[in-house]
């Protein structure tokens, strides 16, 4: 029993012929003496003898291939002379048929080779196997349709052909192929045109790519797509008609579309060095392509390769068979053996496409069923379309071919519909704006019925603080956002205020202690986190730009002073000190003025600390300087220690000590005044719950980014239930709070809320996959601030609210920022990954893919023979610390009016804005390095676009893939570039463990190794290729 298409044939042979039929006897032929290939090589042989086929070769059948006798016999063929081989085989292959006079010979047999059947010689040699009561199978009448392609050997020998084709051109062509530099001179890279883009035509492509010239292309059919996935360049027609032909095969195009084809093929002809026709159509004369006055045209020394030759050329100078020289030096090769200048490589393919024809006949069943099923096919009117399309005739009679099926047309990409933009609705908006107004209204009146004038006042500098700083955030440049956090994470340790106004103040031993250790810690925020600053933005500095620090810093010295020496003025100072934190945010807005802005961060910082110093009582006065002086000199040594690539995970450890310090000031409070109003209890709570999100959120968030974690989210079960039970049992908590009076309860409630709110801070960060971190470390930025707020208020300090307002809005709005830039829903990154996508359905197996890769010297040729070169640096250049060499790679190519930029992408890294600052140490002008949406419209103009270890930023998944995490995020569309070169140290996934498609694209090559060493060959080769 065996399965044929969707039926079920049972075949029960004879006894007599059984064994016949189970070990079919199969004869290979030899070719005539000008045919190198051979129909089976011994690699398929082998394959088909487990199949029950018994394989007779006739003698020296693979010699011109290189191929011995004693091959096939070691495989388990028989080796004999042609007589015998025809008479012992019921089942014979051959490329070329054999002699029309040799037919009678093969009577009752079948003959499969190379026919044709659809050409007139092919008419007339089917005519005579009919006569000849032979059953004969054309490999050519394959059908065009998806199950055949692996049978098809037009297309594997068009390939070879197409191979052969450039590599004919080039020994012809006798000069570089790509373009040199050398002491000798400098050389440009060859032109190729090719015409027709089928198989042939995209080998040849693929190949002269390959050695380095520059390729343009053109076909009937609008594959333009193809050609430039291919990395050529596509040449347009300017006249509308559709060359798709029946079969998949072209047509024959109209008088006015070939008149203007070839004013159009003129123009590249004069152009171009090599030429590469390949258009043909089945049946019919070549299609002249190239006319005897375009070659007068052409350059001496230009080659032109007619694929078509054998249908008469599509040049029609063109010589079949034969190589020849023109009068005005261009070579013209008409060779019709191409394929066949490929013996080996050639016959493999062939032999190839044969094992699929017999397997796709039998099945599993083997060499038994083949002739039963090629009767069963043949007699069945709804038989199988291949074997209909490829036997000829059988048993004296001719078989009608079925006509072709139509192609598949052409996948062209349709254009993004456009964004249904929405009519403002003025009405709407009015409405809109209204209820957002009404609502806050209602929320603050809401708040001043608790009685608690204090915690009202706070509110009140809260909001109008908050407002204030929204509108400077905004106006923060992208590349200065990673001094931002910076500046902000040292501003956020004025949590060390709220630790000297709990100094002295009672409460016990524990009280004191926490209020020593959160002064401690936050001064330890407060040294680091300006320290990095002036550090990176320093490296923003041009050279020769003088330094002002000292000069702007004089505000800061008379703050120190001023609470001590004028105790009245203290108010005062914490006032100034918010407008200067405020300011310090706003310096960010430009390069200019960066510095200044740093400078009003210190300013404001020490006013605060000043006037918080003057309120200590002087029994703790030299703890307090201690502590700051001890914290201080901790977070410089950090601060001065740390590499520009370990930011991100420095920054978050900050975050986590701000977050401490919270905590820690929290619970020193109440202890001290555990009877206060219901507003200092609110900010009691409050601060400590978001002190401890903080705290175990930025210690998960240091751990994934500094490689002690994996990237993966936790996903536990039910995760979202989770988050909104602990969220319940925070708030739950919090009323009981305000509600008792009893010391020992408030005090159990503080502990509970910060265990509880340490396991929220592991949960929520844990559940933040690694591609969406960078986000991850704003929130935690802006938790700090909220943190700051709570002290603020629970204090009665409106200082620490302004400055704890302005933090956590900023936060705020570099999250959004990111978001938008990852296209990530804000809620789904602050309450971790609540809308998680989810993974692609197991079960599907992918065949393996293939990548091209490059080498150090080939990237830097290909560098120093371009006009536009993109760079787009990713985390991987900051772990391989290679930007200085990359640096270098681009100083270079400026010196030599090369037009070198560089591409950023909002979250490259793994915190915005790292990559600036690891090129503007490298000293990188900042006028180079431009935002994403600046270059990305000019990506296809690039030449060449070189990925220094970035995947995630530059992954097309993230347009193509629904099902991939990231789907949805703008991207670097580095694929558009005319070659792009990715730089990795291996083919593995990015942070968010993703495969890159990128990858495998004809336009890609990967430079595998590591960054440091890759860049550092490139910017050597390069200085001596450009001199």
Request: aromatic fraction near 6%; glycine fraction near 12%; include cysteine.
């Amino acid at each position: 029993m065996m399965q044929f298409g969707s039926r079920i044939l049972r075949v029960k042979p004879l006894r007599g012929i059984q064994r016949q039929l189970r070990d079919l006897n199969t004869g290979v032929l030899k070719e005539g003496d000008n045919e190198k290939r051979v129909s089976m090589v011994p690699a398929v042989a082998e394959k088909l003898i487990k199949q029950g086929y018994k394989l007779h070769v006739e003698t020296g059948a693979g010699a011109a291939s290189g191929i011995s006798d004693a091959a096939y016999k070691a495989v388990g063929c028989t080796v004999g002379s042609r007589n015998k081989i025809i008479a012992d085989s019921e089942l014979l292959f051959a490329i070329n048929p054999p002699p029309a006079a040799e037919l009678p010979s093969y009577s009752g047999k079948m003959l499969v080779a190379w026919i044709g059947r659809r050409l007139p010689e092919g008419e007339t040699y089917v005519k005579a196997a009919t006569d000849a009561k032979v059953t004969l199978v054309d490999t050519t009448a394959v059908p065009r349709i998806t199950i055949a392609q692996k049978m098809d050997v037009l297309s594997s020998q068009a390939k070879c052909a197409g191979h052969r084709a450039v590599l004919e051109g080039a020994y012809a062509f006798e000069r570089f192929y790509q373009g040199e530099i050398t002491a000798a001179g400098k050389y440009p890279p060859s032109h190729t045109m090719v015409l027709g883009v089928g198989v042939a035509g995209l080998a040849a492509m693929g190949t002269s790519n390959a050695l380095g010239s520059v390729v343009r292309a053109w076909d009937v059919r609008d594959v333009s797509d193809q050609v430039t996935s291919m990395g050529g360049k596509w040449i347009k027609v300017d006249f509308k008609e559709d060359g798709a032909g029946a079969g998949g095969y072209a047509k024959e195009s109209s008088a006015e579309f070939q008149q203007a084809q070839k004013d159009t093929f003129h123009k590249h002809a004069k152009e171009c060095d090599i030429i590469i026709s390949t258009a043909a159509i089945p049946g019919r004369k070549s299609p002249v392509l190239i006319e005897e006055y375009m070659v007068k045209d052409m350059k001496p020394g230009s080659v032109i390769i007619d694929l078509a030759a054998a249908g008469g050329g599509n040049c029609n100078v063109t010589k079949p068979g034969e190589k020849y020289t023109t009068e005005n030096g261009v070579t013209i090769i008409g060779y019709t053996d191409l394929a066949g200048r490929m013996g080996a490589q050639a016959s493999a393919m062939y032999a190839t496409n044969m094992l699929h024809m017999v397997t796709h006949i039998t099945g599993k069943a083997g060499a038994e069923a083949f002739m039963p099923n090629v009767n069963h096919a043949l007699a069945e009117e709804k038989g199988d379309i291949i074997v209909k399309s490829v036997v000829c005739c059988k048993d004296g009679e001719a078989i009608t071919a079925p006509p072709p099926p139509d192609p598949t047309p052409v996948k062209k990409k349709e254009p993004k519909a456009a964004k249904v933009v929405e009519k403002p609705d003025p009405g709407k908006e009015a409405m809109q704006q209204s209820l957002v107004v009404s609502g806050s209204s209602a929320m603050m009146i809401g708040a001043s019925l608790g009685g608690d004038p204090g915690f009202m006042a706070m509110l009140n500098t809260f909001g109008l603080a908050g407002a204030a700083g929204y509108q400077v955030v905004w106006g923060v440049q992208h590349a200065l956002h990673t001094p931002l956090m910076a500046v902000t994470n040292a501003i956020s340790g004025l949590t060390a205020a709220g630790g000297l106004m709990c100094m002295g103040g009672g409460g016990g031993a524990m009280a004191q202690g926490l209020a020593q250790a959160s002064v401690a810690i936050s001064a330890v925020n407060i040294g680091g986190g300006f320290l990095v600053t002036k550090r990176m933005l320093d490296l923003f500095r041009k050279p020769g730009e003088e330094d002002h620090t000292v000069k702007y810093l004089l505000p800061a010295a008379g703050l120190a002073v001023a609470p001590f020496a004028l105790p009245a003025a203290a108010p005062t100072v914490g006032t100034l000190s918010g407008l200067m934190s405020i300011g310090a945010i706003a310096g960010l807005s430009s390069q200019k003025t960066a510095q200044f802005g740093l400078a009003l961060g210190v300013s404001g910082v020490t006013g605060a600390m000043s006037m918080t110093l003057a309120g200590v009582p002087a029994s703790e006065f030299g703890t307090a300087l201690a502590l700051i002086g001890g914290g201080g000199a901790v977070g410089m040594g950090i601060g001065k220690s740390v590499s520009p690539m370990a930011l991100p995970q420095t920054v978050a450890a900050f975050h986590a000590l701000v977050g401490a310090a919270a905590v820690a000031t929290c619970l020193s409070s109440y202890m001290i005044h555990p009877h206060a109003a219901v507003g200092h209890k609110v900010g009691a709570m409050l601060g400590n719950a978001i002190g401890g999100i903080t705290l175990t959120g930025s210690l998960i968030a240091f751990a994934k980014l500094n490689g002690n974690m994996g990237s993966k989210p936790f996903n536990l079960p039910n995760k979202n239930m989770l988050n909104a039970g602990m969220g319940a049992a925070q708030l739950g908590m919090l009323g009981l709070f305000c509600a008792t009076d009893s010391v020992g309860l408030g005090t159990a409630l503080m502990y509970s809320t910060t265990a509880l709110s340490s396991v929220m801070g592991v949960h929520l960060v844990g559940s933040v996959g690694g591609g969406d971190m960078p986000c991850c470390v704003t929130v935690l930025n802006s938790y700090s601030g909220w943190a700051l707020v709570a002290e603020g208020m629970l204090l009665n300090s409106p200082t620490l609210t302004v400055v704890g307002s302005l933090i956590g809005f900023s936060g705020a709005i570099l999250t959004k920022i990111m978001c938008d830039a990852m296209n990530r829903d804000i809620m789904n990154v602050i309450f971790g990954g609540m809308a998680t996508p989810p993974p692609k359905k197991d079960g599907t197996v992918e065949e393996p893919k293939e990548h091209r890769e490059t080498s150090v010297d080939a990237v830097a040729d290909l560098l120093s023979d371009s006009k536009s070169v993109m760079i787009v640096p990713g985390y991987g250049m900051a772990v391989s610390q290679a930007q200085r060499a990359v640096a270098d790679i681009a100083q270079t190519l400026k010196s030599k009016d090369i037009e070198t930029r560089f591409s950023i992408h909002p979250v490259a890294g793994r915190m915005p804005g790292q990559m600036n600052v690891l090129l503007a140490e490298a000293g990188v002008p900042y006028e180079w390095v431009l935002e994403m949406d600046e270059v990305q419209d000019d990506m296809p103009n690039v030449d060449v676009c070189l990925v220094v270890g970035a995947n995630d930023i530059t992954n097309e998944a993230a347009e193509t893939d629904e099902d991939c995490s990231i789907y949805g995020m703008p991207v670097i569309k580095v694929w558009e570039a005319k070659n792009c070169i990715f730089m990795k140290r291996s083919m593995a996934g990015g942070y968010a463990d993703l495969e890159n498609p990128v990858f495998f694209r004809e336009t890609t090559q990967m430079l595998l190794g590591d960054g440091k060493s890759s860049c550092e060959g490139i910017a050597a080769a390069l200085r001596t290729k450009l001199g």
